[in-house]
């Protein structure tokens, strides 16, 4: 009897080796886990992904717009370049298309390092940086060429510096573009062109009181209203960077822009002072130099971006105005009584920047 039991403990015993030399299939991937872009390269197609080596640091900065996007591009840019100055010993993985949550938590997020870098508006931000509310100031630029200088000198250095008040650490300006008008009715080329006009606008006091300013009816609404409303003209007209007009669509029903650029106000990209603070000095070194030269091919990307949008507004058939310098002058000159409301906590650091040559 021993002997059969002997018999049949073998047997199970081998029977239970042999089951564990077969093959059990890894669990799929969860659908819903952020997916980020491969830092090795700007491109639209998946990169394999190099061998992580055992010291390496892996960061994540979190972008709310999709993949080909200009700022996105630049970002990629920034991550190419720490990755390729510390020899792969940093990763920095962008995770576009808002994947890491809405910009009011990702701000949030970088403030107490659960998230190492964003690139976010410059709004949010001016809560807490005030002296920020100054690029936002409409006609404040002369031209783009007037706020790279602004941004690329010690003005945009120090203002990248004072986000620190709002536990933040600023490391480079993005170009967004200009904001311009365009309307339903009838071409713009003076300000009492404008006069009457119902004009959508974010529901803010320097928005609102811009287009009171210049004769115009400020009407507040959510943007994504704003097509049917100048489609069955509960508004007349609206005002966006270029590339909005077009992927709105508002083109296709306001066939009237006038460029006048009356806000140039650019993006920024931050990091947490907690991540930061973990790396040695030579690496903060190395990621503030590689954040600034990401901004060229970031503004060159916005400019191809830009141009493909006014093309399309030519083909078309929407009527395009540019404002000539005298004109340019008196929309800027209709500003001075909202300036002097808005801007009297920083009149001196509006005149460094109105003085910029």
Not at 107 to 125: L, M, N, T, Y
Not at 233 to 257: F, T
Request: proline share 5%; net charge negative.
């Amino acid at each position: 009897m021993k002997r059969v039991l002997s018999l049949v403990l073998t047997l199970v015993l081998l029977v239970s080796v042999l089951a564990g030399c077969g093959t059990i299939p890894a669990p799929a991937a969860s659908s819903a886990a952020p997916t980020p872009v491969a830092s090795s390269a700007p491109s639209k197609e998946a990169q394999p992904s190099p061998k992580p080596q055992e010291d390496q640091i892996v960061l994540r900065l979190a972008e709310n717009q999709p993949a080909d996007y200009p700022t996105t591009l630049g970002d990629l840019e920034f991550a190419r370049l720490v990755e390729e100055r510390t020899n792969g010993r940093i990763k920095i993985e962008v995770y576009y298309g808002a994947q890491l949550g809405d910009e009011k938590s990702v701000i949030e997020q970088v403030q107490f390092g659960a998230i190492d870098f964003a690139r976010i508006s410059i709004s949010p931000i001016s809560e807490f940086a005030k002296d920020l509310n100054a690029l936002q100031l409409p006609y404040i630029y002369r031209d783009a060429d007037h706020m790279w200088k602004v941004l690329s000198g010690p003005i945009g250095d120090e203002l990248l510096k004072s986000v620190e008040s709002a536990n933040l650490v600023g490391l480079t300006w993005y170009d967004s573009g200009s904001r311009n008008f365009y309307n339903t009715k009838k071409e713009v080329k003076s300000v009492a062109d404008l006069k009457g006009l119902k004009i959508r606008v974010q529901e803010s006091k320097l928005m609102m009181g811009l287009v009171e300013a210049l004769g115009a009816s400020p009407t507040p609404m959510a943007y994504g209203e704003v097509y049917s409303a100048l489609q069955t003209g509960v508004i007349d007209g609206a005002e966006n960077n270029w590339p909005s007009y077009i992927s709105s669509s508002h083109y296709e029903v306001a066939k009237y822009i006038t460029i006048d650029s009356h806000t140039r106000v650019p993006e920024i990209v931050v990091g947490s002072p907690i991540t930061l603070g973990k790396l040695s000095a030579e690496d903060q070194e190395i990621i503030k130099k590689a954040a600034k030269e990401s901004t060229e091919l970031q503004k060159a990307e916005w400019a191809k971006y830009s141009k493909k949008s006014e093309d399309a507004a030519v083909a078309a058939g929407c009527t395009i105005t540019t404002l000539d310098e005298a004109t340019t002058l008196e929309f800027q000159n209709a500003m001075k009584p909202l300036h002097d409301e808005l801007g009297k906590d920083y009149a001196d650091l509006i005149k460094r920047i109105q003085d910029t040559k």
